[in-house]
């Protein structure tokens, strides 16, 4: 089995930054593409950004281009999202998956067989 949590999240004012980091225990996910998620309040679970087993390949959603990063540390086990400028849109519980897959980005949550508990980011006006 694989646990992840994540950290990081908290109450920024918009423009501000945060850094959110997802820790995996047990069996090792290097093999395997990552992404993470938002909840916004009254909105459904949507796919922020995605990064292949390699780090090479990455995928964004057109709102957080050119704002937010997502990277990992295999060897850590542990991935992140660098997110900058923050906008209000950007509120929401944030969480990391693992894929089903190891090449592909899947962008739905019905490809992660494995969730971290989420973390909250509230972006203020």
């Known amino acids: 089995q694989v646990q992840l949590v994540e950290s990081g999240g908290g109450l920024v004012q918009a423009g501000g930054s945060l850094r959110l980091s997802c820790a995996a225990s047990?069996?090792?996910?290097?093999?395997?593409?990552m992404g993470w998620f938002r909840q916004a309040p009254g909105k459904e679970r949507e796919c922020v950004a995605a990064i292949s087993w390699s780090a090479i390949g990455t995928y964004y959603t057109d709102f957080v281009k050119g704002r937010f990063t997502i990277s990992r540390d295999n060897a850590k086990n542990t991935v992140y999202l660098q997110m900058n400028s923050l906008k209000p849109e950007d509120t929401g519980v944030y969480y990391c998956?693992?894929?089903?897959?190891?090449?592909?980005?899947?962008?739905?949550?019905?490809?992660?067989?494995?969730w971290g508990q989420g973390t909250q980011v509230t972006v203020s006006s």
């Open positions: 998956a693992r894929a089903r897959a190891a090449f592909t980005l899947p962008r739905t949550p019905y490809d992660y067989d494995y």
């Open positions: 047990g069996r090792t996910f290097s093999n395997y593409a």
